[in-house]
């Protein structure tokens, strides 16, 4: 059995396709939004009434081997809304397909994003540039900071040591969380009151491993 493909099914399924215009390393999609109105970013209230238009160029996931750029065609909506201080506003298309300012599709960022935390930044931009999605490694980086993390959980179970900022001259701490084996505080120096003050902040810790320098415990106790 055959499949027959619609351009529209390789671009986000919010969007409308108007010409494809294929180019030997670039397809070029031009695309518009499929809702007739847009919800007030401020207010909540759907508008339909049509300020303006603007274009921005997206880039998407490749296709056989040819980057995929959107010229989308973006409106600008009035809000009718009397005392909604956002008079004019431009058209959302969901986070989950384009982020306000983005310059890449959600699905291309959420890629780049695990690229950049799988290989770091300049084995991730080479391997980006394989796969047809050219990148920096600062804009690799950059995608990695924009994600908000959960917090870690807080630790019951530190370790604490002192460490060289630079070998006999200067010395910080370090504290470990040992359940998880991961870093979670460095403090500028080793002085007990250092550690102290960091320690009364985390009144949940039940064991801490240290060695048998006395400024350590002083602070623990």
């Given amino acids: 059995m055959r499949a ?24 070029v999609v031009t695309a518009h939004g499929q809702s007739r109105g847009c919800r007030c970013p401020k207010c909540g209230t759907t508008s339909h009434r049509v300020h303006s238009r603007y274009s921005r160029i997206i880039t998407d996931l490749p296709c056989a081997g040819r980057r995929i750029k959107l010229h989308l065609t973006v409106r600008r909506f009035v809000c009718n809304v009397v005392h909604c201080r956002r008079r004019i506003f431009a058209e959302r298309f969901g986070d989950g397909v384009i982020r306000p300012m983005a310059r890449r599709t959600a699905r291309l960022e959420t890629l780049v994003h695990h690229l950049a935390l799988a290989l770091g930044g300049r084995p991730a931009a080479r391997f980006a540039d394989r796969l ?41 701490t370090i504290i470990c969380d040992l359940e998880r084996r991961k870093t979670i505080a460095l403090l500028p120096d080793r002085e007990p009151s250092t550690a102290k003050a960091w320690l009364v902040e985390q009144p949940q810790i039940e064991i801490v491993a240290r060695d048998r320098g006395g400024g350590y415990a002083q602070a623990a106790a």
């Fill in 4 to 27: 027959y493909f619609q351009p529209s099914d390789f671009i986000p399924a919010e969007l409308n396709v108007g010409a494809v215009h294929r180019r030997p390393d670039v397809i």
């Fill in 132 to 172: 047809g999605l050219p990148v920096s490694n600062d804009t690799l980086l950059r995608t990695v900071r924009r994600y908000d993390r959960p917090p870690p959980p807080a630790p019951s179970v530190i370790g604490i040591d002192d460490w060289a900022w630079r070998r006999n001259h200067r010395y910080g």
